[in-house]
């Protein structure tokens, strides 16, 4: 039985390495059309095509149902914060390597801490605060500001971490009684609205090759979140949380590979610092039975305390 488990576990785990990747291709894949569309054409073609993949998973688990009772006020203002961090995102890759990106998204669990602290009345001791200093020290090493002018839209980039974390403090304080399949599909249909306003004046005729990128970047996207949701279904947080930071290696590879951008020593340095700050987070509030970022990588109302 325990070496079933085991297997399991390390298929959630492939698989939830595997949804992480296939994220930084769907930002490589938006990296790449970024110089010829508004960002709100990219978002709401790849919300058309995410929504596949979602309707057929959502088919197969029969969660239709689960529809009808919903606080779409929860939805509308997540979806808002989410359209705005992907904004704020999408718009800086056309200027940003995928390294640096990362390196400022994965503030992103340092900011949820510090939020549920302060909004939420999580009790964050001084362990955790030290490391949430030594991962923006890790920010500010990885983007070198005292050798390197600092691109403006590193600005910019810093408001989607900021918007993913006030969306999950949202969700924790209100929507603890929504479910994944209403947070998948109204999620999705909200971004659609929001980007399609945007559209409205912004829109370019796509080449069939650019609307192939794009419609497939959204299908990427869609498989990612169900690859992720069942894993997250299964692993227990100490081995679920950290597969997130696979992201950063990743971005670093696909960056040079594709956009021949060299990672610096900063970066990596930073990098290092950042990842250890993230992972010391969640193994301490593990340690604690807090799960306040621990639960944040989950996709929304996942359940956690089964396998701890």
Known sequence: MKSVTKRIYLIDFSLAV???????????????????????????????????????FTQLRNGWVKLKKVKLKIHFFRSLLMFLAMLAFITSLRHLSLVVMYSVAFTAPL???????LFLGEKVGWRRYTAIIVGFLGVVISLDPFNEPLNKYIYLTFL?????????????????????????????????????????????????????VNFTSGII?????????????????????????????????????????????????GNILIIAAGIYIIVREITLSKKIVSIAARPATIPTGAKE
């Open 160 to 212: 989607a971490p900021l918007f993913v974390s006030i969306s999950w403090l949202i969700v924790r304080k209100y929507g603890q009684t929504e479910n994944v399949f209403s947070f998948l599909i109204y999620g999705k249909v909200f971004l659609l609205l929001f980007s399609g306003f945007f559209l409205i004046t912004n829109f370019v005729t796509m080449n069939l090759n650019d609307f192939i």
């Open 18 to 56: 595997l949804g992480y990747v296939l994220f930084v291709l769907f930002d490589t894949l938006n990296k790449k059309l970024t110089g010829s569309y508004h960002v709100s054409q990219i978002i709401f073609v790849n919300s058309i095509s995410a929504l596949l993949p979602i309707f057929l």
């Open 111 to 117: 900011m949820l801490t510090i939020g549920a602290n």
């Open 221 to 269: 996207r869609g498989i990612a979140l169900i690859f992720i949701i069942n894993s997250a279904r299964h692993l227990p947080s100490s081995l679920f949380a950290p597969t997130q930071y696979i992201q950063i290696f990743a971005g670093a590879a696909l960056g040079f590979f594709i956009f021949g951008d060299i990672p610096t020593l900063n970066n990596y340095l």
